[in-house]
């Protein structure tokens, strides 16, 4: 069982977290990650870069070259970090996350944040319903098994990106300039930026590991061990987002064709299309659409902050500005970033 307080550890010990390791370090969620650790000047931070990539990891960050199919090269560059960070990307191999873990627990990796980024995880049907969401329960479970600790990320969906995404995201059809409110467009969720995310991990990671004895009662990452951090950046509608949309860019509701579908419709709808898709991308189109729908279901889980509460103020994250947002996802739009983003996936 792992030690409670600082002054039961081995002589030599230092309570905090210095050598971070991130596996995914040049993509979207493990860049964040990245540069917030990086920018706090408390961490090492270590990048595992599969062989032969030419992605580039954020400054500062140290890069090492492993093989996924070794998992000696996995474990040595694990070894003496105090913090695995994994990100994985959808065409990642199912069982890439075990093998990390494994690999992790052979290093003497004490503490692990799985690839779990995303809705409320006590919300059980909410995540048995969404069909991006991976084996939260089991994922968490193998890390346990193997005497390693986890903290995951509950932030819900990226604000910027499902905006500027498109149609089967938020419902914003940019190119037609039509939105398809679910129900009635009303229903309100939370949502995160990436930005955010990357601080908490940050903050979370700046704190004192353990309490220096029982009468110590500041915040420390062990506060967190074997359970969820919990932040997020707006509770907002459609309805919302459209709003903040007009005033970030002028356009007046007459602009826009605005229609409604039933939230449970269309969630069956990407349910078909899910299960009848003739390609691997075709069916994670249907998937995403079936999935981010769920999430607005009237009183469905998508809103965890008035059941849960949040972890920001604990941590000490900035209340951020919608509209401010809402302008980075709208130079993402004018930018074409979804289509390169598909055509990056399609060309593998």
Known sequence: MAAKYAKDMPAGFVNRVERVAIIGASGQMGEQFAKALVKTGKHTVTALTRQGSKNQ????????????????????????????????????????????????AKAGVPHIMPNIYGNDDTNESLTSETPLSGDVKGMRAEIEAAGCAWTSLVC?????????????????????????????????????????????????????????????????????????????????????????????????????????????????????????????????????????????????????ESTRGLDNAKLGLPKEDLDERTAVAKAMVEEGYAAKLFARATQG
């Not at 093989?67 to 994985?88: C, E, M």
């Not at 990642?92 to 690999?103: E, G, L, N, T």
């Open 156 to 304: 819900s969906l990226w604000y910027e990106y499902s905006l500027a995404m498109g149609p089967i995201w938020f419902g914003f059809d940019w190119d037609n300039k039509k939105l398809t409110l679910y129900d009635d467009g009303t229903t309100k969720v939370n949502l995160s930026t990436w930005e955010q995310c990357g601080r908490a991990v940050a903050a979370l990671l700046s704190l004192k590991a353990l309490p220096e004895n029982a009468s110590d009662e500041s915040l420390t990452v062990s506060h967190w061990r074997n359970k969820p951090l919990v932040i997020s950046s707006f509770l907002v509608s459609q309805r919302d987002m459209f709003e903040s949309w007009k005033r970030v860019s002028g356009d007046k509701e007459s602009d826009w064709t605005i229609e409604s579908e039933p939230s449970k419709e269309r969630y069956q709808k990407g349910l078909a299309a899910m299960k009848g898709a003739q390609d691997p991308m075709s069916a994670r189109m249907g998937a995403a659409m079936a999935s981010f729908v769920r999430l607005f279901f009237p009183n469905g889980g998508g809103d965890y």
């Open 57 to 104: 990891v954020p400054a500062g960050v140290k890069s090492v070259s492993v093989d996924y199919n070794d998992d000696s090269t996995v474990i040595a560059a694990l070894k003496g970090q105090q913090f695995l960070i994994i990100t994985l990307a959808a065409t990642a191999p199912p069982d890439a996350h075990s093998k990390i873990v494994q690999a992790a």
